[in-house]
């Protein structure tokens, strides 16, 4: 039988992201997969050599909606280094706090978003719902729901009271119970099962080769972590455990972020219990860099974050190179379909938890003419070039 | 040490250790070197990874710099094996063959920052850089390009 091409994406159902998958036919069987990319290429990394060190910040926590405080962790720690700046013990627990948080929202939302493409629509209405406590959690800690922006050179720039902690360690009881039970679901159930298990199994040692990273790699049975193996933050002194399984296919990366959110509930709790005392939020910030290099890492929800940031001196940085997780796991990761049926492409593909960031840049269509243009982001926010 | 820091210590033309945050050792090897020294990490750190390859375009001293970043289980530390290539004619073998991890960094560096992976046969403009860019023939993060 002749191999036919099929396109997946870049705007499906399945896919919440602009990506697009050729997938390579024979029958039903796929024997080859090409990722196509640069549907939403922003140019951050240089977008950010014209910006100072501190409009950096919140440049690089919209990378992404979802990981956006592992960013501007991964930022933040890298250029605090090259300043010589050390934030104080209670400000990396807050931020180890909001990193928590953000890992337990994104793995409901990817453990729900697989329920929806199985077709399992309620599971991802209840997850979706539940997820909404910690969004709310978020709020109350930083004031803002989905970009927290609470990192500042040198702390935090919101302190965390009894009253805000004493709320939070109640709501999480109920986050706490809800994903108990959605692991148990995703365990159990039958049609979950009958579609995740076995479905793109990586293997141990391809996981390491194509280097996959975060739950995927763990999916396979790789014990690595940087919040173990390279700690940041406030990681070195809250106790966890690395959650690894090794099947290898998307039931065993589900599985391990369902686990993984619930470790970071208990995480969450032992910060908010340990706080230490004194200051969280620094009085003056730092805006200038000496020269240096300096290679920062972190553990997103998706997994290695990593940040190689040159500054040259001065209120800019020379360079920033930014790796985000899913540009190793979507676009090395293509190996994994082969073999598996057409159905199982965006169950595996969803397995990856993929992310692909949107636009900075914003398109304005006059329908009356039907010109279209794209407006900067400096002009809209002077309610210019409308 | 292990045994993969050893050779890279021996083989290095300048072997650095940083201690900014973990252990990062910075390993500057020449450009020729870049396939041999590739297939005996792979030999020797079953555990390593290839993170990403990160590029500099150091103008002033024209040259552009390559950084490739692994991460070794084993040793727990970052090991970044730099290449120094010429600026107006940045060419490296491919190591994608040895090391399939390797294959996204390199598409990346080749759309961006123009640098040509001799034997990779996906390297393509687009793979990131939208269309208008790629068809001026130019690379966005060079720090001549001014978009």
Redesign the interface.
Known sequence: MSVIEIPVGPQHPALHEPIMLRVRLDGEEVVGVDVVTGYNHRGVEKLSESRSWVRNIYLFSRICGICNTVHQQAYVQGVEKLMGVEPPPRANYIRTIMMELERIHSHMIICAIMAEVIGFDSLFMLMMRDREVVMGLKELIAGNRVHADIHIFGGVKRDIDDKIRDTVLRKLERVEERIKYYRRVFEEDFTIRKRLVDAGVIKYHEAIEYSLVGPTLRGSGVKSDVRADDPYAAYAEIPFNVITRDEGDSWARMLVRLDEALESVYMVRYALEHLPGGPAVPKNIKRAAPPGEVFSRAEAPRGELFYHIISKGGQNPYRVKVRTPSFNNIVNGVFAYRGARLADVPVILTSFDPCISCTERVLVVDESRGVKRYVRLKELSRNQGW | MGELLNYLRNIAKEFKE?V???R?YIVVIDAGKVREVAAKI?ELG???????I????LIQDGIIQL?Y?F?S?EE?A?I?LRVNLPRDNPRIQTISDI???????E??AYD?MGIYFDGNPSLRR?????EEVAKEGVF??RKD?K?
């Open positions: 940083h900014d945050q973990g990062r792979r079953r555990e390593t990874y290839l993170s990403t990160s590029t500099v375009d950084n970043c991460w289980l727990k970052l970044v090391i399939p991890g390797a294959c996204n960094g598409q990346e961006l687009t793979f990131l850089a939208p966005p993060l390009y978009g």
